[in-house]
């Protein structure tokens, strides 16, 4: 059956560039975000590999976990992650699984024969600290994708898994968010004590409680 959010995301052993693993107890208390490129020695992989791996920090600072994953060998994403750092000027800084089998490919569902035979498509799969599947995307293998807009939403999940609220039409880090319906105004004033604009009775904003 097809995942959905919510879902617990399926374990599994895997090889990667850092040795055999097992996913959940790879992931232990961390958020996790496990993604898939078509294939090895391509150019929109080699820079969207580069560029997450410049993103370290970033993940790190908000307890994230990046594993990549594609129906290359290891061998091949050892070989590869030299023209990485060649062409990217990044060396590669987290482990990418190598799925010749296709087995985790097929568990997650990254193959998607209509639009790109046999190979992994672009997919992007968020899991929270209780390894429920938070986020999923999927590109195409022609588009790169946008690493800061992963990188945004793990800041809205996080927040939003904390309060009583929901992130706005492009929200960034620090803007202002929305108050759950679910809250009367009585309620609101003292959960968000610097207090809220009502635009509307179901549409009211409030600085973001954690900053
Ligand atoms: C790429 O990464 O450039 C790519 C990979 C597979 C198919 C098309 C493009």
């Given at each position: 059956?097809?995942?959905?959010?919510?879902?617990?995301?399926?374990?599994?052993?895997?090889?990667?560039?850092?040795?055999?693993?097992?996913?959940?107890?790879?992931?232990?208390?961390?958020?996790?975000?496990?993604?898939?490129?078509?294939?090895?020695?391509?150019?929109?992989?080699?820079?969207?590999?580069?560029?997450?791996?410049?993103?370290?920090?970033?993940?790190?600072?908000?307890?994230?976990?990046?594993?990549?994953?594609?129906?290359?060998?290891?061998?091949?994403?050892?070989?590869?992650?030299?023209?990485?750092?060649?062409?990217?000027?990044?060396?590669?800084?987290?482990?990418?699984?190598?799925?010749?089998?296709?087995?985790?490919?097929?568990?997650?569902?990254?193959?998607h024969?209509?639009s790109l035979?046999?190979?992994?498509v672009r997919?992007?799969?968020?899991?929270?600290?209780?390894?429920?599947?938070?986020?999923?995307?999927t590109y195409p293998a022609s588009t790169?994708?946008?690493?800061?807009?992963?990188?945004?939403?793990?800041?809205?999940?996080?927040?939003?898994?904390?309060?009583?609220?929901?992130?706005?039409?492009?929200?960034?880090?620090?803007?202002?968010?929305?108050?759950?319906?679910?809250?009367?105004?009585?309620?609101?004033?003292?959960?968000?004590?610097?207090?809220?604009?009502?635009?509307?009775?179901?549409?009211?904003?409030?600085?973001?409680?954690?900053?």
């Amino acid at each position: 059956m097809a995942l959905r959010l919510g879902d617990i995301a399926p374990d599994f052993e895997a090889e990667t560039t850092d040795g055999k693993i097992k996913f959940h107890e790879w992931l232990g208390d961390s958020w996790g975000v496990l993604f898939s490129h078509p294939k090895d020695f391509t150019p929109v992989c080699t820079t969207e590999l580069g560029y997450t791996a410049k993103l370290k920090p970033e993940f790190e600072k908000r307890g994230v976990k990046v594993i990549g994953l594609s129906v290359d060998p290891v061998s091949d994403h050892n070989e590869w992650a030299k023209d990485i750092e060649e062409t990217q000027g990044q060396k590669l800084n987290f482990p990418l699984i190598g799925d010749s089998d296709k087995t985790i490919a097929n568990l997650y569902d990254m193959i998607h024969p209509n639009s790109l035979d046999s190979l992994t498509v672009r997919s992007v799969f968020i899991i929270g600290p209780d390894k429920k599947i938070k986020l999923m995307i999927t590109y195409p293998a022609s588009t790169g994708r946008n690493f800061d807009e992963i990188i945004r939403v793990i800041d809205s999940l996080q927040l939003t898994a904390g309060y009583s609220v929901s992130t706005p039409v492009n929200w960034k880090d620090g803007e202002d968010v929305i108050i759950a319906p679910a809250i009367n105004d009585d309620d609101a004033k003292v959960k968000f004590p610097k207090g809220f604009k009502t635009l509307k009775p179901y549409l009211r904003l409030t600085p973001q409680p954690n900053k």
